[in-house]
C-alpha cells in the first residue's frame, strides 16, 4: 500500500517554546504509534534548526516553508537551497497561496525556487489552486490546468530528471483557514484531472503524488484520505494543535493498518482454501504431502483425515467469508462517509459568504 504524506505547515505562528513542546508531543506520539506514513512539520525557518535537533533519529522530516530564489550571495534576508539543506531539511513548500496572493510571487519566482530545491536535493511541495472568484465562475480546471502546464514547463528538464523531488499539492484557496472544504464530488473530479492532466504531459510524471490541503481537521482527514488519487494531506491550522495533528496521523493509521491487516488475511485464507480444495480433489497430492497427509492418516487414519480437511475447509471457507463480508462492509463505509463530508449548511455558507472569502 502506498506510503501517505501528512505535512503540518505551521505557517508564521510560534514561539521557540512552543515549537519545541508542539515537536515534542507529534515525536511521542509517532514513536508509540509507529505509524507508517511520512510526516513532515514545516516551521517558521527559524525554528528549523531546534526543531531537526529534537527530530533527527526519529521518521519525522523536517520541511521548510520558503527559499531563496537564487544561490548563495548578496540577497539579504533569504534562506538558500544549500543553507536549507545543511540545515536538514528533506522538503519545502513553493507556490503557496499565501505567497501567490498576499507577497505577490509569481510563476517565474516560483520555478526558480524549484530548481534551486531540486539542485540541493531537497523535494518541492508545490502547492496550486484557484480563488473563491475562479471557482464561482466555474474556472478551477482552467486555472489548475494553467498553473501546471506553468510549473512543467518552466522546469521540464529538471522535473523530467527528477520527478521524483515533486509533490504536488492542491490547495483551493477559498478553502485555506476557512473551515470550507469541495464537495466529494468535486475533490474526485478534480484529482481525477489533476492526475490525468500530469499523466498525460509525460508518463515519467504518474508516480508524482499529490496531496490534498485546505480547512482539513481530524473529522474530515479520513474521508478525504478515501478520495481517488489523494496520496496525503497538506495541514495548516490544526497542525499547531498537537492533539489535532496526532488524531489525523491516527485516524488515518488505524484505518489503512486495519485494512491492510484484513487484506493480507483475506489473501492467505484465499490460498490455503485454494489449496485445500485441490488437496480434497485428489489433484494436490504434492501439496497434500507438503501438508504431512502421511503423518496425519497414521493419527486419524484415512477417513479420520478426510474430515480433518473437511473440517478445516469449512473454518478457512466461513473465515474467508467474514474477512470478504468486512472489507465489502469496510469500502461501502468509505463512500458513505465520503459522501456526508461537506453537508449543505457548508454548501450554502460558500454561497452566502462569497465576499468574506474573497480576498486570498
Ligand atoms: C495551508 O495553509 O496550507 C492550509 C491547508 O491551511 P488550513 O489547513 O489552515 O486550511
Redesign the pocket.
Known sequence: MLKKIIAG?W?QNGTLKSSISLTKKVLQAVKKEKYTHEIIIIPPSIFLLPVKDLIHKSQIKLGAQNVSAFDDGAYTGEISGSMLKDSGVDYC?VG???RRHLLNEDESAFSSKVSRLIDNDITVIY?FGETLNDYKNKKTKIIIKRQLKKLFLNNENNLKKHSSKLIL?Y?PVW????GLVPTPEELVSIFKYIRDTVNNLDKKYASIKLLY????TPDNASSLMDTEHIDGL??????LIAKKFIDICSTIWDKYTMQTALLTIHIILAVILVVLVLVQQGKGADAGAAFGSGASSTVFGARGNATFLNKLTTIVALSFFVTSLSLAYISSNKSQTSKSLINETVKEEIVDDQEKFDKP
Open positions: 505547515n505557517k513548500l503557496h497561496s499565501e502547492c499539492a490547495e478553502a485555506i483557514g476557512t490541503g485546505g480547512s482539513v497538506l495541514i495548516g491550522g490544526a497542525s
